[in-house]
């Protein structure tokens, strides 16, 4: 059964720092492309971050460019997202989402329940 | 970026109707083009993909269709499981941009 599960959400001040992580099974985590996609308080969904499965490749919103970084660890099954200079419109639910795979296409067929960071100003 | 637009943010409908939600793109995406659902309090699940390909386990009663800038997904016949939230999105070009959504209410 394929799984996904964040961790590392929080409470951290503005201009702060975090870093989660998606701890993944079910799956051959290392030839899948992994994404964050975010999703503020009642507000709709917000593509973060995309990475290829061989980490030669990465991807980001103009809101995140230069503050947040994607990797991946393969040994590990595990993806993560540094998150650094944060910002009151960072807070959101970060969810993983596992790239499905059939070539060429960007859709994400899986996805975790999602870690909450919150930004206090 | 390319801006999704998602028409109408809200549909009242009534259990056994027919439905269609409706996404366009600010410029042509082709056929690289994704709907969602999302339920409260979970994760958005994946409908359909290349614009009409319909995902593992997702019921012959959704469908969807469009290509280029305009794009819809059909609901033939309204259950009750299907009152949700409802995301398009394209992965034509970077940043892969969703729409607003639209939410699916019970009239």
């Known amino acids: 059964e394929v799984q996904l599960l964040e961790s590392g959400g929080a409470l951290v001040q503005r201009g702060g720092s975090l870093r989660l992580s998606c701890a993944a099974s079910?799956?051959?985590?290392?030839?899948?492309?992994m994404a964050w996609v975010r999703q503020a308080p009642g507000k709709g969904l917000e593509w973060v971050s995309t990475?290829?499965?061989?980490?030669?490749?990465?991807y980001y919103a103009d809101s995140v460019e230069g503050r947040f970084t994607i990797s991946r660890d393969n040994s590990r099954n595990t993806l993560y997202l540094q998150m650094n200079s944060l910002r009151a419109d960072d807070t959101a639910l970060y969810y993983c989402?596992?790239?499905?795979?059939?070539?060429?296409?960007?859709?994400?067929?899986?996805w975790g329940q999602g870690t909450m960071v919150t930004v206090s100003s | 970026e390319i801006v999704m637009t998602q028409s109408p943010a809200t549909l009242s409908v009534s259990l056994g109707e027919r439905v269609t939600l409706s996404c366009r793109a600010s410029?042509?995406?082709?056929?690289?083009f994704v709907w969602y659902q999302q339920k409260p309090g979970q994760a958005p699940r994946l409908l359909i993909y290349?614009?009409?390909v319909r995902a593992t386990g997702i019921p012959a009663r959704f469908s969807g269709s469009g290509s280029g800038t305009d794009f819809t997904l059909t609901i033939s016949s309204l259950q009750s499981e299907d009152f949700a939230v409802y995301y398009c999105?394209?992965?034509?070009?970077?940043?892969?941009?969703f729409g607003q959504g639209t939410k699916l209410e019970i009239k």
């Open positions: 989402a596992r790239r499905i795979s059939v070539s060429g296409t960007g859709a994400y067929d899986f």
């Open positions: 079910g799956f051959t985590f290392s030839t899948y492309v």
């Open positions: 990475i290829s499965d061989e980490e030669d490749r990465t």
């Open positions: 410029q042509s995406v082709g056929r690289d």
């Open positions: 290349g614009a009409s």
């Open positions: 999105q394209q992965y034509n070009a970077w940043p892969h941009t």
